[in-house]
């Protein structure tokens, strides 16, 4: 009898799914950016990377040096259209960090590892 339960529950569940993409009711759009933000790192020297951001049209954009468990270590705005940022690393422990981008409702990181 479990079994019977279990094969109709699925069965329904899946004609629900069905009727959802029949129906249109979610429509999932994509706001690709790719093409438009150009977001480089680079080394400058032993202990500064060079960070160039370019396309960002959102004011509140930001640039974030973060550990893994998420501490943030460096922080600053991103003007709009083009931005160069330098990071000293000199104070910074070996291991790897992430350098984040947020702009416009969209994240992109890059590893940076510090040995």
Do not use: W
């Not at 529950?9 to 799914?17: E, I, K, N, P």
């Not at 202990?47 to 049209?57: A, D, L, R």
């Amino acid at each position: 009898m479990k079994k019977v339960l279990l094969s109709v529950a699925l069965f329904s569940s899946l004609l629900s799914t069905a009727n959802i993409a029949e129906d249109k009711k979610i429509e999932i759009l994509h706001a690709d950016s790719t093409e438009k933000v150009v977001f480089d790192v680079a080394m400058q020297d032993e202990t500064t990377i060079f960070v160039q951001i370019y396309g960002i049209k959102d004011d509140l954009a930001s640039i974030s040096l973060i550990t893994p468990r998420g501490q943030s270590l460096f922080y600053e705005f991103v003007e709009t259209q083009t931005s160069n940022h330098t990071i000293d690393l000199q104070d910074i422990a070996p291991g790897s960090y992430y350098l984040k981008l947020n702009f416009e409702g969209e994240i992109r990181l890059k590893t940076i590892v510090i040995k």
